[in-house]
């Protein structure tokens, strides 16, 4: 996600670094590449101009120019104005009791229908029942997507075959809705290829009649100033309550997600960052800042482990773990997780200087490499999979060949699996945020390597001894009593 605006801000940065001597000509010759990264991210002009000029008046002071370290302030005065720019504006939908309607519109090809199915999967896992509305009645295969959404997602669709009026059909769905205690409406309505006084018309006989909670518009990210354009366009006709920006995990520059709140005063609410149906998140600005700049955002990695898991089968790794039975059997279930389609090259991007982790998984056959972990996992016994300690040498060679892999990749997924510990106690619950944030720092330092999980590596390092493994487990045991013994005397 906008690897050309990171990799021209990382050399603004680099320019004013290790100098000697920070003079104003030196600190402008960096704010001048900050300039020009963001005009090439297609960043709009007067909001890189207002930008600049925000950041200039900081960075030239005398408390910038004289410090030990210039391009650590320079780089928080930049983080401090892409907030400004992107907002600071509460993500959440804000529902009312009883039953909410949501208007969704766009452009066709901006991906409206199946962000409508993104957005019911993210609120059916919130526990809301939600309903999906086919008033998209100029594209027969609109109609006919979101019923596929729909049963995948396990929410009823209201559509009227042969109806001529996208009101009507709207009207009567949210009458259905509150009869059935439906929490959320969202009404998938029409798209053109661009817009015209016939597609405005229509949606605001909607919005007068339906008179929905929320409108959205649902824009695509690589359109860059198009997309601020539009924005700005149904602003004017319908005064939108939020912008979801789509196709990010592609070529987008970044230009329309720092400008669209800028240019129309509508801030963005949600990103979609894959084609999968979870791959849709609030947006949160302190993060999109944090990740542009390159230094990730954890508190989105946190919720993407979590969400991975769901709540019976978060309390039951909690009694595991609690009891440290968390076996390679457990093991086997979270790599067929984290191997779905595109999801761990999204995790590895939200990792602090995650963008190139993500550049190198590109590589890996994700696929190939987790049928070989699981391949290992299934040759060993059950009692094996219970402590994978039992497994010696003869052991170790009867399992690499069931695997069909060498001795020493068997035990390379022993040491991944002790080393992984650690991030599947956090994604179970357990702990605070900053508790959380800190075991996937140090995860990120283990796992510098990005292909460490799927690879095995050369090097077995040194073995303790069965005398030493004693001596340290007795070291262990006499620290935990004299440590009980001091909180007794307090």
């Known amino acids: 996600m906008f690897d050309s605006l990171q990799d021209g801000l990382r050399e603004a940065f680099k320019s004013i670094a290790g100098r000697a001597r920070l003079t104003e000509g030196n600190m402008r010759d960096g704010l001048a590449k900050v300039e020009q990264a963001l005009l090439q991210a297609d960043v709009s002009y007067e909001v ?184 700005k366009a149904f602003n004017d006709a319908l005064e939108l309550d939020g912008v979801i920006m789509t196709k990010l995990d592609g070529d987008a520059r970044g230009g329309a997600l720092l400008s669209v709140r800028h240019v129309t005063g509508v801030p963005v609410r949600f990103i979609g960052t894959g084609e999968q149906l979870e791959s849709l998140e609030p947006f949160r600005p302190e993060g999109m800042a944090s990740r542009i700049l390159g230094m990730g955002d954890v508190v989105a990695l946190v919720e993407e482990a979590q969400g991975l898991i769901d709540e019976k089968e978060r309390e039951a790794l909690e009694r595991k773990m609690a009891a440290g039975e968390f076996t390679l059997d457990d093991f086997r279930n979270q790599i067929d997780k984290i191997a779905r389609p595109g999801l761990m090259q999204r995790m590895m991007g939200l990792l602090p200087g995650g963008g190139q982790i993500k550049q190198m998984l590109n590589d890996v056959d994700t696929t190939k490499e987790t049928r070989r972990l699981v391949g290992i996992i299934d040759s060993m016994t059950p009692a094996e999979r219970r402590n994978p300690k039992v497994i010696d040498q003869s052991r170790r060679n009867r399992i690499s060949r069931g695997a069909g892999v060498a001795p020493q990749q068997v035990n390379e997924l022993i040491k991944q699996f002790e080393t992984v510990k650690p991030m599947f106690t956090m994604m179970a619950g357990g702990g605070s945020l900053k508790e959380k944030m800190s075991v996937v720092r140090e995860m990120q330092q283990q796992m510098m390597d990005p292909t460490r999980m799927m690879k095995s590596k050369k090097g077995t390092g040194k073995r303790l001894s069965p005398a030493e493994k004693a001596k340290q487990k007795k070291e262990r045991d006499k620290m935990l009593r004299d440590r009980l013994k001091g909180k007794r005397k307090n």
Do not use: W, Y
Not at 61 to 71: A, R, T
Not at 154 to 165: F, I, L, R
């Open 48 to 231: 890189v101009r207002d930008f600049m000029k925000r950041v200039e008046v900081e960075a030239l002071g005398e408390k910038v120019l004289g410090s030990l370290s210039p391009e650590q302030q320079l780089v928080g005065i930049v983080h401090r104005e892409l907030l400004a720019v992107l907002g600071s504006e509460d993500p959440g939908l804000r529902l009312k009791a009883g039953t909410n309607v949501l208007m969704m519109c766009g452009l066709q090809g901006s991906g409206k229908t199946t962000t409508c199915g993104k957005l019911a999967k993210l609120l059916t896992a919130q526990n809301r029942k939600v309903m999906l509305v086919a008033a998209d009645l100029q594209r027969p295969a609109a109609i006919r997507q979101l019923h596929v959404l729909g049963e995948q997602i396990g929410v009823p669709v209201h559509s009227q075959e042969g109806a001529s009026d996208p009101v009507a059909v709207c009207r009567d769905a949210v009458a259905a809705a509150r009869k059935q205690g439906i929490d959320v409406v969202i009404l998938d309505t029409a798209g053109r290829l661009s817009i015209d006084k016939e597609l405005m018309d229509q949606l605001v006989r909607i919005d007068q009649q339906v008179q929905p909670d929320l409108a959205f518009l649902v824009v695509d990210g690589m359109t860059g100033q198009d997309a601020v354009n539009t924005g």
